[in-house]
């Protein structure tokens, strides 16, 4: 035994001993499973933060119509070692390092003898997010990944996160691990997942054989999306969770930018947009799909929901669309973008004219519907700059925004309020925005009364920087 934890021999680090428990309990008959290891550890300096990715051959179940698939473990998003080596030790109650480890179940096609190790590289660009924005992963999450999850031509190209179906939450000496399984998706079922819940879409894939059936195990070769193989998918259960549970989209990235019409405009000192810190990167249109929920957990724990920060946490290509738990929310890192309160007086403005492109607009009427509606908020942040437009309804805490001044600001963060009866006149107004096959750009709506102007512009408006 050399210096391991206490009495334990080091080869055997406790925190590994007991995942390896739970991977054995499920397959006895693998005590040797084929192993990716990371050449140069973490705590040496090098780039993979997962020591090992384990690969397991199942058998599925035939009766529950569970294909034969590769079952893939990770191994050092919790704390294998208890020595702060990785993990700050932080004892035996609460979780074990981020509290979780990574699975995935990819279906094994026939005539494979090896599992593909493409997965294990997918696994290690996850947790090297999770190392370097601290956020962490919950069942139900959506990732927008952008490219096909194996670099081939498959539709597979973003994830939701679930529990494991087989794999029991593990205590090890240095705290809890559970374990959350990778589910591949199609953008499709991405973009109902951001609109209506990650939970929803899971539970519509189970029922869905090809598209993972009740273990989500994901197809890479799987061409059409759920709600192509059952069109009634996306009106019977989507719209009606959007119209009933609401959206759990609460922003998104957008070409978008608003006027304060209310001021002359040669002074336009105070209305343009003040770049905060760095300058603007320059993001490609996919981006402009990039959708955050913003403090989610936090809107569902306070019965009414709070103003969230505007942060976008971008690495490597991976948009995470979810606050950060470890740290205070509110007080995450990239909220330093958000100007601090203090410094900027709120204005209040008369009149304002906002400013989306078509992609963006095409959203509008699921903030009103999805969000608004349902008492809660929803913020269209601007890749190109600084600007932010959040629309909040009445009973949302934290906003500067109110009924008396529904329109305010804080330097290029606009909010503005809409009352329920106003929210169902735009919906109906903005009817055409639900077409756009029929749609000419430029489009101008207005309602003179409320001093509002929106205007649907080409995309070109927004990237010229002159604009």
């Not at 194996?150 to 529990?163: A, G, P, V």
């Not at 499709?188 to 939970?199: D, F, I, K, R, V």
């Not at 189970?206 to 999306?225: F, H, K, Q, S």
């Not at 990239?334 to 309160?341: F, L, M, N, Y």
Request: charged share 25%; aromatic share 8%; net charge negative.
């Amino acid at each position: 035994s050399g210096s391991g934890s206490g009495s334990f021999p080091s080869l055997f680090p406790p925190g590994l001993h007991g995942i390896y428990g739970e991977c054995r309990r499920l397959y006895p008959d693998q005590p040797n499973p084929l192993q990716v290891t990371a050449i140069l550890k973490y705590w040496l300096g090098g780039p993979d933060p997962l020591d090992y990715v384990s690969m397991y051959r199942n058998l599925g179940n035939p009766a529950l119509n569970v294909p034969e698939h590769w079952h893939y473990v990770s191994f050092g998003l919790s704390d294998l070692y208890g020595d702060n080596r990785v993990h700050e030790f932080t004892g035996t109650d609460g979780p074990s390092g981020f509290g979780f480890e990574l699975t995935f179940r990819l279906k094994r096609e026939t005539g494979e003898s090896a599992p593909p190790t493409w997965p294990a590289e997918l696994m290690q660009g996850l947790a090297r997010y999770v190392f370097q924005s601290e956020n962490t992963f919950c069942s139900g999450d959506h990732v927008s990944w952008h490219s096909p999850l194996d670099n081939s031509e498959s539709r597979i190209q973003h994830m939701l996160l679930t529990e494991d179906p087989q794999m029991q939450p593990v205590q090890t000496p240095f705290g809890v691990v559970t374990f959350l399984q990778i589910v591949g998706v199609c953008t499709e079922e991405l973009h109902a997942a951001q609109q209506w819940n990650g939970q929803g879409i899971l539970e519509l894939l189970r029922t869905v054989p090809v598209a993972g059936g009740p273990w989500l195990i994901t197809d890479m070769r799987r061409g059409e999306t759920i709600f192509e193989i059952d069109p009634h998918l996306q009106q019977e259960r989507v719209d009606k969770g959007i119209e009933t549970d609401g959206s759990n989209l609460s922003g998104v990235s957008a070409k978008c930018a608003w006027d304060d019409l209310s001021r002359p405009p040669e002074d336009d000192e105070d209305s343009r947009s003040i770049c905060i810190g760095t300058q603007p990167r320059r993001l490609s249109g996919k981006d402009t799909e990039q959708i955050r929920e913003t403090l989610r957990r936090g809107l569902e724990i306070n019965s009414k929901p709070v103003l969230p920060p505007i942060n976008a946490q971008r690495q490597n290509g991976l948009n995470l669309d979810r606050a950060p738990s470890r740290k205070d929310s509110l007080e995450s890192e990239s909220s330093a973008a958000i100007i601090p309160h203090e410094l900027i007086r709120t204005r209040q403005l008369e009149s304002v004219h906002l400013k989306f492109n078509q992609e963006s607009g095409a959203l509008i009427p699921l903030c009103l519907r999805g969000r608004l509606l349902h008492g809660r908020h929803f913020t269209y942040k601007s890749i190109t700059g600084d600007t932010a437009i959040t629309f909040v309804s009445t009973g949302v805490e934290g906003a500067f925004a109110t009924e008396e001044h529904p329109y305010a600001a804080h330097g290029p963060w606009l909010q503005i309020l809409l009352t329920e009866e106003f929210v169902e006149r735009m919906l109906e107004d903005l009817e055409d925005l639900n077409s756009p096959e029929e749609f000419k750009l430029p489009k101008e709506y207005s309602w003179p009364e409320k001093k509002l102007k929106v205007s649907i512009l080409p995309d070109a408006v927004f990237d010229n920087p002159l604009h």
